[in-house]
């Protein structure tokens, strides 16, 4: 077996603010706001727009830090309306309610859904027959539903709220709940983009010997930093096959190879979309060999004490974030984030 490279002390400098979880609320004062426009061919600028509405049941948050998402390649890449931003940290700027406050540092929770049906009810709203995902929070003010909004543990800084409400962890933490692994079982995790850190740190985290595959040298760093025992070229190199494969690279191709890969009875959980139809034995995998093969889309309420439990028991997420720039000079950052030059990607707003 060949492995590209091994766990040793590789170092990444990251650097980030640290304020506590309230500051002294804003105010609009009439002005134009900005937000983050998708041109297409990867390029973004930064317009004004409107002061966002805010009805009643809705909350005014200024934007402190929000992070890039693998999810918006296309939308970078072919352009869109506005962004698809959907992971962000803020302070609460109206109203104050009995459960937030004016000033309050909170993180933001990207599904909209009616909060009324059985799935809502029982904290499963990704599940809810009218969710939707809410964006454009590459913005300095979003105005959200207060379902919208996350408590975060006492002083949190913006770039981990970002973290512990967004993608970052909460992918991770539902796959965990939906796949267990135990300490020293062999997880083997395909693609090296945020989400699958995330994994990687999660998964170390709670003992698992993680097993990275494949992604550019930095990535490779990043995976042995939060935790891989060692990155490998190719799934051939397999010492044996795992009873977990975590696929995070959305890539048809490699889809097929996590299948290919796992042990017989073993899971296969993918955790990035994919619009490529797959043409596989399905006999093969499924019946002779037993394959459990599912995903997770979001997280839902249902997870976030975990989450917030995760957050605060050391789990290495912050070393995730690799690029902190000004919304101003965002585009370098998305240059490299498109390059797959990157960890995560926090543009601060505030």
């Known amino acids: 077996m060949t492995s590209l490279i091994r766990n040793n002390d590789h170092q990444i400098e990251v650097t980030a603010a640290t304020s506590g979880p309230h500051v002294s609320a804003p105010t609009t004062r009439n002005r134009e706001l900005k937000t983050l426009i998708y041109k297409g061919k990867g390029q973004v600028e930064l317009q004004d727009v409107p002061k966002p509405d805010c009805p009643p049941g809705y909350a005014l948050i200024q934007i402190e830090a929000s992070a890039i998402c693998g999810s918006e390649r296309q939308a970078l890449i072919h352009g869109y309306p506005g962004n698809t931003g959907h992971e ?39 599940h809810c027959p009218t969710a939707s995902v809410s964006s454009d929070w590459h913005s300095e003010f979003v105005a959200l539903p207060l379902a919208a909004l996350r408590r975060l543990p006492p002083g949190t800084p913006p770039d981990i709220g970002v973290l512990i409400t967004g993608d970052t962890l909460g992918l991770p933490t539902r796959a965990l709940s939906r796949a ?15 989400t699958g850190l995330g994994h990687i740190a999660l998964r170390a985290h709670s003992g698992a010997n993680v097993i990275a595959l494949g992604g550019p040298e930095i990535r490779q760093r990043l995976a ?7 990155v490998l070229r190719s799934p051939q190199h397999l010492r044996s096959k795992p009873s977990l494969v975590i696929e995070c690279s959305g890539r048809a191709e490699q889809i097929i190879d996590a299948l290919e890969s796992v042990a017989d009875g073993g899971t296969v959980i993918e955790s990035a979309g994919c619009s490529t139809e797959l043409r596989l034995p399905s006999s093969d995998h499924f019946v002779r ?24 028991s050391g789990a290495p997420i912050r070393p995730i974030c690799t690029h902190y720039v000004t919304a101003q000079r965002a585009q370098q950052s998305i240059d490299d984030f498109l390059d797959r030059q990157t960890g995560k990607v926090i543009l601060q707003w505030s």
């Not at 267990?180 to 945020?194: A, I, N, Q």
């Not at 042995?224 to 060692?230: I, M, Q, V």
């Open 180 to 194: 267990p692994s135990s300490p020293g079982e062999t997880v083997l995790v395909v693609g090296l983009g945020p």
């Open 224 to 230: 042995l930093k939060l935790g891989a025992s060692e």
């Open 88 to 126: 962000a940290c803020g302070i609460v700027v109206s109203p104050t309610t009995p459960s937030f406050e004016r000033g309050q540092r909170v993180g933001l929770y990207a599904i909209q859904s009616c909060r009324k049906c059985t799935r809502c009810r029982s904290g499963q709203e990704i």
């Open 289 to 312: 060999r037993e394959i459990t093969h599912t995903g997770v889309f979001y997280y839902a309420s249902e997870n976030y004490d975990e989450m917030l439990r995760i957050a605060t």
